[in-house]
């Protein structure tokens, strides 16, 4: 797969923050280290790699793993047409994960998403606030242990 | 020789009975459309179903001018303010169609995000199941409602309450 050439760069450069690099079906993903996350991104936003959309940023939650979280970034690169997927874990007592506003701009909103759903901190992040349910809001509703049935409603309700 | 009109064409009636015969067929309504249902809302109200038919035709975009709330669509738990808020403004006397599954009871949404049916919010006269509903469902609510206006004990505001 011409995708491996990505990850063996990523290997070669970063032997030890590359924890897995995998490649199926021409999708390439790599897991590297949480404090890794700035420099790998860096080597990867530049030449000659150019990935300079960040397609999405999203998190999952794995209750039953040490770490609980896992980030995942999706990269696109518009002048190699090659995808990449970068996943860190996270534990859920953890200090936070490095910013990315400052690759790209559309990671703003997309970590205050996350912040919001998950309760995962950025570090660096300009404005890390709530992005879709209210500032009352308590909890995480997309962490697994949040109640399924739990509802918090803004105004009274008649019954 | 058939029948002839009464001397000086006059019609006896009940105050009750014409309070309601004139509020079921001028009811203006305000469409509170926040999802997909808001399509066969307006397949409903425009020529091919055609609200007008059943005098309802008058589409409000101030709540302060319309009688009828429709909520169509899912309401969010953010959002329950501002329908709240939509439907305090409205003019006496007033109605509520809950139209779609999620205005009705949440539908599919049974989550943290969204209200579990607007009469939690507020009250409801008529409720139109369906995901979305025909527009004949929305017709023959919007009869039912007729119905109700009809037959409920009308609301004489020139009439000091209680006396």
Known sequence: MEETGILDELVRRFPGDVLEASSELGDAAAVIRKDALLEVMQFLKEKPYEFAMLLDLTCVDYPERAERFEMVYHLFSLSTNKRLRIKLSVPENAAGVDSLVRFWKNADWLEREVFDMFGIRFEGHPNLQRLFMNEAFEGHPLRKDYPLRKRQPMVPLRK | ?163
């Not at chain 2, 014409?18 to 020529?47: D, I, N, Q």
């Not at chain 2, 403004?89 to 999620?102: D, R």
């Open chain 2, 1 to 163: 020789m058939g029948l002839r009109p009464m001397p000086g064409n006059f019609i006896t009636t009940r105050l009750n009975a014409m309070l309601g015969w004139g509020r079921k067929y001028s009811l203006f309504h305000y469409p509170y459309v926040t999802a997909c249902c808001g399509m066969e809302y307006m397949s409903a109200a425009c020529a091919h179903f055609d609200i007008d038919r059943f005098g309802a035709g008058w589409t409000r975009f101030s709540p302060r001018q319309s009688d009828l709330l429709l909520v169509v669509g899912t309401i969010s738990q953010k959002q329950a303010p501002v329908l709240r808020t939509v439907y305090d403004q409205m003019t006496e006397p007033k109605w509520v169609i809950a139209f779609g599954a999620c205005a009705v009871s949440g539908g599919i949404y049974d989550n943290y995000a969204v209200v579990q049916g607007v009469d939690q919010v507020i009250p409801v006269d008529v409720f139109i199941p369906g995901c979305p509903p025909r527009p004949e469902m929305v017709l023959d609510a919007l009869l039912k409602l007729q119905d109700k206006i009809q037959k409920s004990k009308q609301d004489w505001r020139w009439k000091r309450q209680g006396s």
